[in-house]
């Protein structure tokens, strides 16, 4: 059974720093492309970063490239989300996710972890 379990949430404040993980049970996380997506509050789901199974690429949207970095370590079954720079704008719920674990076409999330981004 799929499990993604996000933690790292917390009050920052504006121009901080704070580092999400994913830690993921049920199958072999190094075969898949691990993504982070945000949920701010009145907005849709947007797509935040992707990274690889092997780790050896990354993909960011456009406005956060610089600040934001993914990463995974594959012996942990865990992926990050290191943030820096925050915007009150970036408060929102922050999610994992997998798609088309074992050739199923469907996606997975975790519960996610949300962080107000306020003085």
């Known amino acids: 059974q799929v499990q993604l379990v996000e933690s790292g949430g917390g009050l920052v404040q504006p121009g901080g720093s704070l580092r999400l993980s994913c830690a993921a049970t049920g199958f072999t996380f190094s075969s898949y492309a691990m993504s982070w997506y945000r949920h701010a509050p009145g907005k849709e789901r947007e797509l935040v970063a992707v990274i690889t199974g092997a780790g050896d690429s990354t993909s960011y949207s456009d406005s956060l490239k610089g600040r934001f970095t993914t990463s995974r370590d594959n012996a942990r079954n865990t992926v990050y989300l290191q943030m820096t720079g925050l915007k009150p704008e970036e408060t929102g719920v922050y999610s994992c996710?997998?798609?088309?674990?074992?050739?199923?076409?469907?996606?997975?999330w975790g519960q996610g972890t949300q962080f107000p981004v306020s003085p």
């Open positions: 996710n997998v798609f088309g674990v074992s050739g199923v076409t469907r996606e997975y």
